[in-house]
């Protein structure tokens, strides 16, 4: 199995969890990389901030939410098993039909595993002394590796609009 050795760190460095990669973000891209690196033999950690895995279909639950391509377009083509386990039951699926995908995928591959949930990265710098990438966590705790993959998507914290009078807007 592949790994990586950092550089002997400093008497005065904060503990930390050695990966070869970690990934930012449990959502669709970050479950996929996941399982592709653990293919390659590779120690991975994701940090999740959400609850759960999913991304956006996790944290969007409004009425109405769905996809806007069709279902198979979003499924993942990694497995053929996988392909003809799931079914989609509507053309441009719902986000609880979504979800409950995303949630199949992770139970069928152990995905969660290797997952920390609850938990939102608050910086990120590599460091050249140890010649990976050091990850701290909000609440404590730091990891380092080798590489780093944020797959924290393009719908990860909300953008407010620049208009006059946003913040006093009721309805």
Request: charged share 20%; glycine share 10%.
């Amino acid at each position: 199995m592949p790994s990586f050795q950092a550089k002997t760190p400093s008497a005065n460095a904060v503990p930390a969890a050695q990966y070869d990669a970690i990934i930012i973000g449990a959502g669709m891209s970050g479950m996929y990389q996941l399982y592709r690196l653990r293919l390659l033999g590779m120690s991975v950690r994701v940090f999740e901030s959400g609850g759960d895995v999913g991304g956006t279909w996790y944290w969007n639950r409004y009425p109405g939410a769905r996809f806007d391509s069709e279902s198979y377009s979003y499924g993942y083509s990694f497995s053929e098993e996988l392909l003809k386990e799931w079914e989609w039951q509507e053309h441009f699926s719902a986000q609880p039909e979504t979800l409950r995908y995303l949630n199949f995928v992770a139970d069928k591959f152990d995905l969660r595993s290797d997952i920390e949930f609850n938990c939102r990265v608050a910086k990120a710098a590599y460091d050249e002394a140890l010649n990976c990438w050091t990850i701290d966590m909000d609440g404590g705790g730091r990891a380092r590796a080798r590489f780093l993959i944020t797959a924290i998507g393009p719908l990860s914290a909300p953008t407010m609009p620049n208009i006059d009078g946003v913040d006093s807007f009721q309805g």
